[in-house]
């Protein structure tokens, strides 16, 4: 899914059922840093849905979200997409800070 000027590039979709899954790359760890990984911790607080996750390295930090297929509507789809947007928007400063640690 592209929507680049919300904040959403290369956003992937996977659909394991009973499930969507939804994950979008934010940025590399160069060096790993308790506050780093401390402030995600602190902001997947005020992440409507979805959050933030790191892979199984901890190099990379992923935005994740899940649905339930079965009784899916489009306004929870949509309210997926827009609280990334909203992440993106809102976030996108310390993003770049530690991205670039």
Do not use: C, W
Not at 17 to 38: C, D, G, R, W, Y
């Amino acid at each position: 899914v592209e929507k680049e000027d919300s904040g959403i590039k290369n956003l992937i979709l996977g659909v394991s059922p009973p499930i969507l899954i939804m994950e979008q790359f934010i940025f590399s760890v160069h060096n790993q840093s308790e506050k780093i990984f401390k402030s995600l911790l602190q902001k997947n607080r005020d992440i409507i849905h979805g959050a933030f996750v790191l892979d199984e390295t901890a190099n990379r930090v992923i935005f994740r979200d899940t649905l339930q297929i079965e009784n899916m509507d489009l306004n929870e789809f949509e309210a997926s997409l827009n609280s990334l947007s909203l992440l993106m928007s809102e976030y996108s400063d310390k993003i770049i800070e530690f991205s670039k640690y």
